[in-house]
């Protein structure tokens, strides 16, 4: 059982993903959108324009 417990630590840096260079909140804003719709309408929006720019624009519902 040591040996499992021991063996699986020791393989958890081998799971852990590759992190980016420069992870760095620019900016954040809240926009009220009245549906779900529209929430999801804006977010490609503005992940469309991000991206045409060369950035990645990431959108979160907090409830």
């Known amino acids: ?3 499992v417990a ?3 630590l020791l393989m ?3 799971c852990t993903s590759e992190q980016l260079k420069s992870t760095k909140t620019i900016a954040a804003y ?3 959108l009245p549906t779900a719709s ?3 309408r804006f ?3 503005l992940s469309e324009k991000a991206k ?3 950035f990645r624009g ?3 519902t907090v409830h």
């Open 52 to 54: 045409a720019f060369g």
């Open 30 to 32: 809240e926009v009220p």
């Open 12 to 14: 958890c840096p081998a």
């Open 1 to 3: 059982m040591i040996r």
């Open 43 to 45: 977010a490609a929006l």
């Open 6 to 8: 021991l063996a699986s």
């Open 38 to 40: 529209d929430k999801q």
């Open 58 to 60: 990431d959108s979160a």
